[in-house]
C-alpha cells in the first residue's frame, strides 16, 4: 500500500464496512423479540514458523511430528504445505508467519541466499511475517536485500535471474537502529500517521523494520506486530547486525499496538518469533507448554493484542493464556520445517472492529504427505533441485561410520570433533590457530551411514550432506586469548555465570586440547587441567584459538571470546569441512575423551 493512501483506506474501510451494517440488516430484518446478535465477519489466520527453507520434505526427525491422534508420521515438504494451504484457504484467509522461514536452510536453498524459499512462501500467498533471528544470518543489508530485491553483491543473480524482493511484508517493532539519526523508511505505510507514529517511538529509537503491517480481509483491517527474540544478538553474527538493537519485545509491542490504535485498528495480532517447549510426544493441538521467554511476552503485551502467534522454539501448542485485563487470549506455535499448519478462525465484530475474542479457534494442522503434493510447487522446487544437484551431488570424502552429532557425557560429538579438527587443520596455516573450539549447536545433522538417501552403504559424503551438517556460511577466525581468557570462555560454557549462559553448551575441542570439567563445582571454578598438545596452559601464555566468527563474536553468550586480539579471518566453515574430507577420508568416528568429567 502507497504510504498516502493508508489512512484513508482505513477509514473508508470503517465507513465502507458501517455500509455493511445498514445494507445487511434493512429494516426490520431481524426477528422481533429476539435479541440482535452483533453483527460480526470471519476471518480466518493460516500460520507458519520456522519453514528454514524446508523446500524438500525434510528428512529424520526433523520430517516427522507427533499427530493429534498420537502417531508419529512424516510432514513437511514445500508441494505438501501447498496442497494443504489450498485446501484450508477461503475467502476470509490471510497466511501469515512467524520467522526464521530463512536461514539455516538446506542446500537447495542456501546456494542461492534463499530466494527459492522466499519465492515459494510468495506462491503460497503468504502476505506478512515477523523476522526470526535467522533472517539477520546473512545480516541486516542482506536481510533488507531479500525483503527489497535486487541481485546479491558477491555472489551475483540466481538462475533465476534478478531477485525481484518478497512479496510479503517483514515485520519487526522491537529491531531498531542503534544511531538515533538513521534514516529510516520502517514508518513508510502508515501515510499521514508517520508523525504521530515516531513520536511515539521517539523515546526508544528508530525503527529498522516497519513494525506493523495492516492487511484487509472482509473489509476489516487487521493489524500484525512482528517481535523477535531480544535474545538476537547472541545468537547471530555480531558484524551483520552491528548496527542494531533488539529491545524487550513486551515494551516494543506496546508501542506498536498504539500505533495500530491511531490508525484505527483494533483487531491486533502478534506474530513473534521467540516461544516455549512443550512436553515430548504431545498433541500439537495441547497446551502445558513449559512458561518461558514466549508466555511471558503473551501474557503482558497490551490487552487490545488479540492472538500471539509464536515460533522460534520448533514447538507445537496451542495454549489459552489470560491477557493483563484477565481476558483469554490465544498463544500458539505449530512446529518448525513446515511440518505444521496453525489455522486460527475468528470473528471481527464489525461495530468497533475488534476481534471477538469469545470466538477464536485454533487448529494445528500436521502437514502430511498423504495428499496429493501441488504440481506447480512440484516442479519449482525441481527446477532448483536440477539447478543446484552437479554441486550437491558431487563426493567430496568418505567415512567408515556414522558421525553422530548428539552429545556424549562429555558434551562432545563424534561429528563435533572432526568439525573441530577441521577447523584447526584449515586455520595453522595463514592464522597460526592453536586449537579450535566449535559450537556445538552449528553441528545441525549428522553423518549418517550409509550416507546417501540411495544407502549404497559405500560411506560416501557429499557436498549436499557436508553442507546440511555446516549451513552457515561462517568464517573461519582466529584470535589470541591468554590461558586465563581461554578457561573463562570454557567455564562460559555452563548454565548461569554472568552471562546468564540459558543452557550448558559443551564447545567442541580439537584433539590436541584436552581439560577437565567439575559438574559439582561453582560456576567459575569448573575447568581445570587444560592442555595443549600435552602440555599444561597457563593463565599468562598466548594461544591461537580458532573459531567461527559467530563464537569470535561472542555468540551464544560466549562473552570472553571478545577479548581476543589479533584477528585474523580465514576460509568459510563449510569450504573447511570439505577440505579435510578430501584430505583425511576414509573418517572413523573419534573417541570423545578430549574433555574429562568429573563430580
Ligand atoms: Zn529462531
Request: net charge negative; with cysteine; aromatic share 6%.
Amino acid at each position: 500500500m502507497t504510504s498516502r493512501s493508508f489512512l484513508r483506506l482505513v477509514l473508508a474501510g470503517a465507513v465502507a464496512s458501517g455500509a455493511v451494517v445498514l445494507a445487511a440488516v434493512p429494516a426490520g430484518a431481524a426477528s422481533p423479540g429476539k435479541a440482535k446478535a452483533p453483527l460480526t465477519v470471519p476471518v480466518r489466520l493460516l500460520a507458519l514458523n520456522d519453514f528454514h527453507g524446508n523446500l524438500e520434505p525434510p528428512t529424520g526427525s526433523s520430517g516427522r511430528m507427533v499427530d493429534e491422534n498420537g502417531n508419529t508420521v512424516d510432514a513437511g515438504g514445500a508441494a505438501y504445505i501447498a496442497t494443504h494451504m489450498k485446501a484450508l484457504t477461503d475467502k476470509n484467509t490471510i497466511a501469515v508467519a512467524q520467522g526464521d522461514l530463512i536461514g539455516a536452510s538446506p542446500l537447495l536453498s542456501a546456494a542461492y541466499h534463499d530466494e527459492p524459499s522466499v519465492e515459494f512462501l510468495g506462491k503460497l500467498g503468504l502476505k506478512v511475517a515477523a523476522v526470526g533471528n535467522h533472517e539477520f544470518d546473512e545480516g541486516y543489508t542482506e536481510l533488507r536485500r531479500i525483503m527489497k530485491g535486487g541481485c546479491h553483491p558477491v555472489d551475483g543473480c540466481s538462475p533465476a535471474g534478478k531477485w525481484k524482493g518478497a512479496t510479503f511484508d517483514y515485520v519487526g517493532a522491537n529491531v531498531l537502529f542503534k544511531n538515533p539519526n538513521e534514516r529510516t523508511d520502517a514508518l513508510a505505510s502508515l501515510g499521514a500517521q508517520q508523525a504521530q507514529a515516531k513520536k511515539l517511538m521517539a523515546d526508544w529509537g528508530v525503527p529498522a523494520l516497519p513494525p506493523v503491517s495492516v492487511k484487509w480481509v472482509n473489509g476489516v483491517p487487521i493489524g500484525f506486530i512482528g517481535l523477535v527474540t531480544q535474545t538476537t544478538p547472541n545468537i547471530v553474527t555480531a558484524e551483520g547486525i552491528k548496527n542494531l538493537k533488539f529491545i524487550d519485545e513486551v515494551k516494543a509491542a506496546n508501542v506498536a499496538s498504539k500505533i495500530l490504535k491511531l490508525v484505527g485498528v483494533k483487531a491486533q495480532v502478534v506474530l513473534m518469533h521467540e516461544g516455549d517447549q512443550v512436553n515430548a510426544g504431545q498433541s500439537p493441538d495441547a497446551c502445558s507448554a513449559v512458561a518461558g521467554a514466549g508466555a511471558r511476552i503473551a501474557t503482558q503485551v497490551d490487552p487490545e493484542i488479540d492472538v500471539v502467534l509464536s515460533g522460534h522454539s520448533h514447538q507445537a501448542y496451542l495454549c489459552k493464556i489470560k491477557d493483563p485485563a484477565g481476558n483469554d487470549r490465544l498463544y500458539s506455535q505449530g512446529g518448525s520445517f513446515g511440518r505444521v499448519i496453525t489455522q486460527v478462525d475468528l470473528k471481527v465484530n464489525l461495530k468497533n472492529l475488534d476481534i471477538d475474542r469469545s470466538s477464536v479457534v485454533a487448529d494445528n494442522h500436521v502437514v502430511t504427505r498423504t495428499v496429493d503434493p501441488d504440481s506447480d510447487i512440484n516442479t519449482f522446487v525441481q527446477t532448483w533441485r536440477d539447478r543446484v544437484a552437479p554441486v550437491a551431488n558431487k563426493t567430496i570424502g568418505s567415512i567408515t561410520a556414522e558421525l553422530s552429532n548428539t552429545a556424549t557425557p562429555s558434551g562432545e560429538s563424534p561429528l563435533g570433533d572432526v568439525i573441530a579438527d577441521a577447523q584447526l587443520a584449515a586455520t595453522r596455516t595463514g592464522g597460526n590457530a592453536q586449537i579450535a573450539l566449535m559450537n556445538p549447536g552449528g553441528v545441525r545433522t549428522l553423518l549418517s551411514y550409509p550416507s546417501s538417501p540411495a544407502g549404497e552403504g559405500d560411506g560416501v559424503v557429499t557436498y549436499g550432506e557436508a553442507f546440511a551438517v555446516q549451513p552457515f556460511n561462517n568464517l573461519m577466525q582466529v584470535v589470541t586469548l591468554t590461558g586465563a581468557q581461554l578457561k573463562t570462555v570454557l567455564e562460559q560454557q555452563f548454565t548461569g555465570g554472568p552471562n546468564n549462559q540459558p543452557f550448558t553448551k559443551i564447545l567442541q575441542p580439537s584433539a590436541n586440547f584436552t581439560y577437565t570439567y567439575s559438574t559439582g563445582a561453582p560456576w567459575g571454578s569448573k575447568v581445570s587441567d587444560m592442555k595443549i598438545d600435552g602440555v599444561p596452559v597457563t593463565d599468562a601464555q598466548t594461544i591461537r584459538v580458532a573459531a567461527n566468527n559467530f563464537l569470535v563474536g561472542g555468540g551464544d553468550a560466549f562473552a570472553a571470546f571478545t577479548q581476543g586480539t589479533d584477528l585474523w579471518s580465514g576460509p568459510l566453515d563449510i569450504d573447511a569441512f570439505v577440505a579435510y574430507l578430501g584430505t583425511n577420508s576414509p573418517i572413523a568416528p573419534p573417541a570423545t575423551n578430549r574433555i574429562t568429567v568429573t563430580s
